[in-house]
C-alpha cells in the first residue's frame, strides 16, 4: 500500500496560485499513475489531473488545462500541482491518489490522502 499525505492547501484570492505538495511512502510508485482528484460541497469528486510516474505523460482535466501543471520529483517520492488563475469555482478539498492505470474514475485509484482544503476568494 502506498500512503499519501497532501499539503499546500488554503485560502487565495481569484487570480492567485498554490502549489499543493503530495508526499509518497510505503512502496514504490514504479508503474504507477498520481492523480488528483477534487470534491466540492454537495458535488462528486472530479478528476483534475493525473501523471504516469517515471513516465512523465500527463492527463488534464479541460477545466484546469492550461492553468496548472502536475509534476513530480523521483528522487524525493514528490508530487506538485501546480495551481495558477485560481477561480472559486476551484474551491473544494484536493485529494492525491495512486491507481494502477491513467484514468478519470476514482474507482481507478487504490490509494488516497487525506486531503487538502483549498479556497478561493472571489
Known amino acids: 500500500q502506498v500512503q499519501l499525505v497532501e499539503s499546500g492547501g488554503g485560502l487565495v484570492q481569484a487570480g492567485g496560485s498554490l502549489r499543493l505538495s503530495c508526499a509518497a511512502s510505503g512502496r514504490t510508485l514504479s508503474g504507477r499513475t498520481v492523480g488528483w482528484f477534487r470534491q466540492a460541497p454537495g458535488k462528486e469528486r472530479e478528476f483534475v489531473v493525473a501523471?504516469?510516474?517515471?513516465?512523465?505523460?500527463?492527463y488534464y482535466a479541460d477545466s484546469v488545462k492550461g492553468r496548472w501543471t502536475i509534476s513530480s520529483d523521483n528522487a524525493k517520492n514528490m508530487i506538485y500541482l501546480q495551481m495558477n488563475s485560481l477561480k472559486s469555482e476551484d474551491t473544494a478539498v484536493y485529494y492525491c491518489a495512486a491507481g494502477w492505470v491513467p484514468g478519470r474514475l476514482s474507482t481507478q485509484y487504490d490509494s488516497w490522502g487525506q486531503g487538502t482544503q483549498v479556497t478561493v476568494s472571489s
Open positions: 501523471i504516469v510516474w517515471g513516465v512523465g505523460r500527463t
